[in-house]
């Protein structure tokens, strides 16, 4: 009991709007299945002294997606209370993400009684890494569209751009070796 924890919120007399980051998507470098279609959800502060009713006060989201699919659209949120505090917000419940790249977020709030202004935009780019099937490699160059785990022993997955032994299609070869001992494991995805 000798640990004394505390948060503050800079303290501005009425209200105001902080955006803090988005919460959804979230980019994940091991992520290989990736759906269709996701959600955009974000999380904002209330960083004054006062709640706001969105009633009085509404808040309007906009979002602009650029990349593989451009988005462009706004929500307006007008029923309930935005206390003191932070507040996740989910502004778009099926973003198309069909295609392969990257999507460039911007998202940005407008509230009338909003205080500051300079923090009220985020940005953010999001990689989906969907193969176009049919899925075709001759591994003559390095790619970065498998990614390989060991999971038991030490013999794992090799990628040569120069092998040996010439390839039938391309100048590169993925190969796993054999080994005396049992147990020998990895994993290529």
Same mark, same amino acid.
């Given at each position: ?25 979230? =980019?994940? +470098?091991?992520? %290989? ?5 996701? /959600?955009? &959800? !974000?999380?904002?502060?209330? @960083? ?17 997606? =650029?990349? +593989?699919?451009? %988005? ?5 949120? /007008?029923? &309930? !209370?935005?206390?003191?505090? @932070? ?103």
């Amino acid at each position: 009991d000798n640990v004394l924890t505390q948060k503050t919120y800079a303290d501005f007399k009425g209200k105001n709007l902080s955006m803090q980051f988005i919460i959804s998507p979230v =980019n994940n +470098p091991y992520e %290989v299945c990736f759906p269709e279609s996701t /959600t955009v &959800g !974000i999380r904002v502060a209330n @960083t004054g002294n006062v709640a706001l009713l969105l009633n009085n006060d509404p808040i309007t989201f906009y979002y602009k997606i =650029n990349g +593989p699919i451009n %988005v462009q659209d706004s929500i307006v949120l /007008t029923k &309930g !209370i935005f206390a003191v505090g @932070t507040k996740d917000f989910i502004i778009d419940t099926v973003l198309d993400i069909n295609q392969a790249g990257i999507y460039h977020f911007e998202i940005y709030l407008s509230c009338a009684s909003d205080t500051l202004h300079f923090d009220d935009t985020i940005r953010m780019d999001y990689q989906v890494k969907k193969l176009s099937l049919p899925y075709d490699n001759d591994f003559s160059t390095t790619t970065s569209d498998i990614s390989f785990i060991q999971n038991a022993g030490y013999v794992k997955w090799i990628q040569d751009p120069n092998p040996t032994m010439t390839p039938v299609y391309g100048t590169g070869s993925l190969y796993f070796n054999s080994a005396i001992g049992i147990g020998q494991i990895s994993t290529a995805m």
